[in-house]
Structure formats: C-alpha cells, structure tokens
C-alpha cells in the first residue's frame, strides 16, 4: 500500500505542479487558422496546406512565411482527416462525400477544390505519396493499405499490414514503410508490390506494441520511427530487417519530420516539445516549447517547422512556425534530457505507456491527441493508479527493457 501512495503523491504532484507552472513561451510564431488543423503539408514553394478536422472541413492554405491563411479549398462540408503532396504539387486529401462513402479527393496544383474523388475504404486515413506519384492510404479500421497508381481512379491494389496502421512514408525509390501501433510493427512494401517484404518488430519483452507512430524516410533512405511508449526515435537503414540505433526522446514522440540536411525534428504530447535531433547525433540536441500538445509536423523549404497542436476543443487549436534561426539556437543549447539512471521507468513514464496503449476502435492517426494533452495525462495517472498495485513487481522490470 505504501508503494501505491508514493506513486500517488509523486504524480499527482507533478499534475499540481503542472497546473501552478506559468504559460510556456509563446511559440516562434502563431499562424491564425479556425477550425481544428490535425495534418500538415508544404509543398515546395513554402505554401503550407492545413486540414481542418473541425465543422466544416476544408484545408487551409497558407502562403509562405504569411501568418494567416489566404483561402480554404472545400471538402463539401466534410473533416479532412489526412493530407499528402504528389510530386507534381497535386494535393491529396482523406474526407467523406455526401453518401458517406470515405475518398481521397485529388486537389490539382493550385486548384480552388477537389477536381474528382477516390472511393476508399472506412476510417480514418493517412497518406503519403511516392516519388512517382503513386498514392498510399492507411486503413486502420482494416489492417491494410491502399494503393493508388500515379493518376488513377480507383484503389489499385490493397496490401495487407499489421494492426492499426497509423502512418506511412515512402523513400526514393519508392518503397513504402508503415508503422502498425496496435500490431508493433512496421511493415515494409516494395515499389510495385502487392504484399509485405518484411516486418521490422516493436515489441516489448512482455510482448506488447510499444506503439510505433510517426515515420519519416531520411535522404538516404534511412526511415525514422516515433515510438511512444519506449520514448525514443528508432532508426532503420536500408536494407535492414531490425532497428540499427534508438535515440532517446522523452514525453512519449508523436510525429517525426526530417530536413533535407538530416535534421531530426520529434514533437513530443506529454512534455509539450519540439525536439532537435542533428544529423549522426546520438542523443536530442535541444528543443523548443510548444502551444499545447503537439502532434503533426512538417519542415518548409525555408528550413522552418510548422507543428500543429490540435487542442481539446473545437476551434482551439494552434498551429505554430518555428524559424530556421530558433530551430538552429535551440539545437546548440544543450536541453537534452536522459533516462534514469537506475534504467526503472518514471512515474512519467509508466503514465505515457499507459496512455498511449492503442484500442482496436482508437483513431490510430492521432493517438490521444484530439482529447486534448491535459485530459490524456489525467487518464494516464487514474490508470497508473489503478495498475500499479498488481504490476509494481512485474512492471519494474518490464518498463525498464522498455525505456532502453
């Protein structure tokens, strides 16, 4: 009973402590948008397209380096749920038609609307397009993957995955990794084919995901994986079938964007930060607060990211520009921060795992997020609660293989 309390008294003081904190400082700058943004993309020219998953829908086009958005593309009404740039600056968008069928909509560049849209199966859909334009939609609801050729009309293929596939990048030559957070792990789908190569594993010793999320393809090939529930970056190389490195990242990251100098950027929910990973580094090299908690993220030609914080409510959402100049200061301070030494979980720690444990009918895309970071961290401490009597002896040794 003692352990129980000790573990009560030290996270409900951190919540208290929380709470008294003063407001993080404001972001580099704020970009005014409505609704609630929860994707981001910027196509080459630094326009950055928002979608909005509020009433309405839509997806809100912002200029380069403007503060505010200059139109809405209309999705008929409808939330836009995800968002990707083809290669020709073609904008893909996930929303639902007036029957209720879910599609891909197909925005052509610089267009005021969606010029034809792709029936896709049920959910809630990221997506990612290769270099030569061909289209892939996770579908959580159906442990697959939909792909579409360059210019179609129609599903071309579906490629069945793990469970839960939350989000998918593809490299240069145009092979496609998605990360299965329920599943814990994350499969690997040849340019052209219509089956898995390989499966790269994310699981504890215990045997549970250790909810793989983000996934960002790096220049070289190399793919970056956002692991919430062991806190860290994995990194796979090309080629490879296991995690070659983990780099450490506190707060359970979300979403992960790479630069095109090899910069790492990592938004962590539970911390409420914008992590720097340089190129070849082996640890964070600084970070930046954001407005809230964040979750997806892109980086604009300029060298600035955009982050988005989704909120708790409708309408209270933020979306935040960090410039390259912030972005490079923060990288030189040394913030980073490191495991226990003792190699056992924190109590911050055991309450992110719980947290972020997927559920089959959980919109895998955006864990935890749309319920606001506030409302997640309470959850978590009731559920740590709840648990730590019949774990405290288990658990210890469990959460440690997996913070390592």
């Known amino acids: 009973m003692k352990y129980r309390w000790a573990t009560f008294t030290v996270v409900f003081g951190a919540l208290l402590g929380l709470a008294a904190a003063p407001a993080m400082a404001a972001p580099e700058e704020a970009i005014s948008v409505g609704g609630t943004p929860v994707r981001v993309a910027i196509a080459a020219d630094g326009t950055a397209y928002l979608g909005n998953y509020g009433q309405g829908g839509g997806v809100f086009v912002v200029p380069a380096g403007a503060a505010r958005a200059s139109r809405t593309i209309s999705t008929g009404g409808h939330p836009a749920t995800g968002l990707a740039l083809g290669p020709d600056s073609t904008l893909y968008v996930a929303t639902s038609d007036d029957a209720g069928q879910n599609v891909v909509g197909v925005v052509p560049a610089g267009g005021m609307g969606m010029a034809r849209t792709i029936p896709v199966p049920a959910g809630r859909h990221s997506l990612a397009a290769g270099p030569d334009g061909t289209l892939y939609v996770a579908n959580p609801e159906g442990n697959t993957v939909s792909v579409i050729a360059p210019n179609g009309t129609a599903v071309d293929r579906t490629v069945k995955v793990g469970a839960g596939p939350a989000e998918v990048t593809v490299t240069k030559d145009g092979t496609a990794f998605v990360s299965n957070q329920i599943a814990g792990t994350v499969s690997v789908i040849p340019a052209g084919a219509d089956t898995v190569s390989k499966t790269v594993e994310f699981v504890s010793d215990t045997g549970t995901s250790q909810a793989p999320h983000g996934i960002a393809a790096g220049p070289d090939g190399t793919v970056y994986v956002a692991v919430i529930k062991s806190s860290d970056i994995a990194v796979i190389k090309p080629g490879a079938s296991d995690v070659a490195d983990r780099i450490y990242v506190e707060g359970g990251p979300q979403d992960v964007a790479i630069a095109p100098d090899g910069t790492l950027y990592v938004t962590s929910l539970l911390t409420q930060k914008l992590s720097v990973i340089r190129p070849e580094a082996s640890d964070v090299s600084g970070s ?24 708790s409510s409708p309408g209270g959402g933020a979306v935040s520009r960090f410039s390259a100049a912030a972005l490079a200061a923060a990288s030189h301070d040394s913030t980073a921060a490191t495991p226990a030494e003792s190699g056992a979980p924190t109590a ?57």
Not at 292 to 301: C, D, E, R, T
Not at 355 to 376: D, E, F, K, R
């Open 288 to 311: 930046l607060p954001t407005e809230g908690g964040p979750a997806h993220l892109a980086v604009a030609p300029d060298g600035s990211v955009i982050v988005i914080s989704p909120g």
């Open 348 to 404: 911050a720690a055991q309450a992110n795992e719980a947290a972020a444990q997927p559920s089959p009918g959980s919109w895998n895309a955006l864990p935890a997020v749309v319920a606001g970071g506030a409302t997640a961290a309470v959850v978590a401490v009731v559920a740590l609660i709840l648990v730590n009597g019949r774990r405290r002896k288990a658990g210890l040794a469990a959460g440690a293989s997996q913070a390592g």
